[in-house]
Each structure stands twice: as C-alpha cells, then as structure tokens.
C-alpha cells in the first residue's frame, strides 16, 4: 500500500486460510459471522501477526436473525489501516491477508475500502481495478461500500465502480444475477445493470 510498507495483498477465503500459513503474513483482517468460532489455521502459521476480527453477516439488507453492516464495522475496517501504518515501521516488509467465508464480499469491500484510503489520488475505477487483480471474483458488500464512500469523501464514485463490477461478473457469470437476488442481494444486481444498460 501507498501509505505503508505492506507490499504483499491477499485476500482468501477460510478454505484458503491454511495455504497461506506460510506466506510470511503480518497482518490479518478477519470478517466472521458473529456464531463462527474462531478458524484454526491461524494456530500454524508462520510467523506472529497482528489480527483483527469483526463479525456480522454479508447481507445488504436486514434480515432476522442477522447483523448488518454498520458503519462502526467500516470505521474500525478504515482504522486498521492506521495499525498497519504505525507497525510496518517496526518491519521491512508486510503482507495483508483479508479473509471473509468466501473471500468474495465481505474482505473485498474491506480490501476495496483500504486501497480507496490508501491511494486517495486514484480514481475509484483504477482502486476496483487494483481489488480485481488481487481477488478476480470479487463482489464487494455494496452496503460496506456506501459507508466507505462517504466517511472516504468519494462523492459515490466507489460505489458506482463497484456496481460496474458487480455489472462486468454478471455479463461473465449470468447466473451470478439469480444467485444473487436469491441471496438477498437484489439491489446490486439491479444497480449493475442499470449502469450496464
């Protein structure tokens, strides 16, 4: 990242957590539903790093049962970036692994919303094009992005980046569009093709 010495981005999902054991990570941002344990693999990897954890579910509207999105998990998403600073100058390098369940939403937003503070000359469409060369399948949480957006003071263009994305998966994956919406996710879907339209 621009602003730090973290040369290294990762962003996976809990199946792929074990292989990165042992890719020298330095820096963990994990996204768990709130009942998840803890994930094991982290027990074995190979050097100390500093993690971060917040729990809630990847949904963009409410749900019962389910914990939303909410702007204080986006606060504490954007100040991690400021321990990734403050550390990294005890360090040579760094790497940043964010991981979700699928490592399609939830830590792609986050890596999304890092890059944006990160390279705030960049044009939103230049940081979503950074976040699909680290994660080609990436789905940002639109609800994640909106937060972002605005405590970034990006006018809504991260947001619109990210809707030409989710717009760019399902011209690839058109079932993308009909998972989604089954998934609760229907007004990504219809903001992408709005703005494919």
């Known amino acids: 990242m621009e602003r730090s010495r973290i040369s ?6 809990l199946e792929e957590l074990e292989g990165h054991g042992n890719s020298r990570v330095t820096h963990v941002l994990s996204i ?12 074995s990897y190979d ?43 005890e360090r040579d390098e760094g790497h940043l692994l964010i991981h979700c369940h699928m490592g399609i939403s939830r830590s792609t937003a986050a890596m999304a919303m890092l890059l944006a503070q990160a390279y705030e000359n960049e044009s939103a469409t230049a940081i979503i094009d950074r976040l699909t060369q680290i994660r080609p399948q990436a789905w940002p949480n ?16 991260l947001s619109e980046a ?24 229907a007004r990504e879907v219809e903001q992408a093709l709005k703005l494919a339209a």
């Open 142 to 157: 639109l609800r994640m992005i909106g937060f972002a957006d605005e405590m970034l003071g990006r006018g809504g263009t």
């Open 47 to 89: 050097r100390k790093h500093h993690r971060m954890t917040l729990r809630f579910h990847d949904i963009i509207e409410a749900r019962p049962g389910q914990v939303m999105p909410e702007p204080e998990h986006v606060r504490q998403i954007l100040a991690f970036a400021d321990d990734l600073e403050q550390d990294a100058k």
């Open 162 to 185: 990210v809707s030409r994305l989710h717009g760019r998966q399902i011209a690839a994956k058109p079932r993308l569009a009909q998972v989604m919406t089954d998934l609760g996710r």
């Open 32 to 43: 768990l539903d709130p009942d998840w344990p803890d994930p094991e693999a982290f027990g």
């Open 8 to 13: 290294l981005l990762t962003i996976c999902g």
